[in-house]
């Protein structure tokens, strides 16, 4: 079985993302570590706001960390992290969108 390439995964992932089947800077830092594996987006204003956004969140659990902590910490944090997503939402979309088109910019 041969690997997908990094541009359709991050395709799978802004989709997800845009259609909010994951928490929002769960989607976003998945997207940055497949961003990584393509070398035409290493200069990407897209991906430089995403990181930004994403920093914003660095104090709380996203994605894999979450396991990391106990329920009740998770309770204590997930208000907060709530907010951070709803209030950035709207950004990461329009960056999401951007993105794919940058990405049907690149050949192959």
Request: proline share 6%; hydrophobic share 40%; aromatic share 4%.
């Given at each position: 079985?041969?690997?997908?390439?990094?541009?359709?995964?991050?395709?799978?992932?802004i989709?997800?993302?845009?259609?909010?089947?994951?928490?929002?800077?769960?989607?976003?830092?998945?997207?940055?570590?497949?961003?990584?594996?393509?070398?035409?987006?290493?200069?990407?204003?897209?991906?430089?706001?995403?990181?930004?956004?994403?920093?914003?969140?660095?104090?709380?659990?996203?994605?894999k960390?979450?396991?990391?902590?106990?329920a009740?910490?998770?309770?204590?944090?997930?208000?907060?992290?709530?907010?951070?997503?709803?209030?950035?939402?709207?950004?990461?979309?329009?960056g999401?969108?951007?993105?794919?088109?940058?990405?049907d910019?690149?050949?192959?």
């Open positions: 079985m041969t690997d997908v390439p990094p541009t359709i995964r991050m395709r799978l992932c989709e997800d993302v845009l259609r909010s089947r994951l928490p929002l800077f769960d989607g976003v830092e998945a997207l940055l570590g497949i961003a990584g594996e393509v070398p035409q987006l290493a200069h990407d204003r897209d991906l430089r706001t995403l990181t930004q956004l994403l920093t914003q969140a660095e104090h709380l659990p996203v994605g960390e979450r396991a990391r902590w106990n009740e910490a998770l309770h204590r944090v997930d208000r907060e992290l709530m907010e951070l997503e709803r209030r950035h939402q709207d950004a990461v979309f329009y999401c969108r951007r993105l794919l088109q940058t990405l910019a690149i050949p192959g």
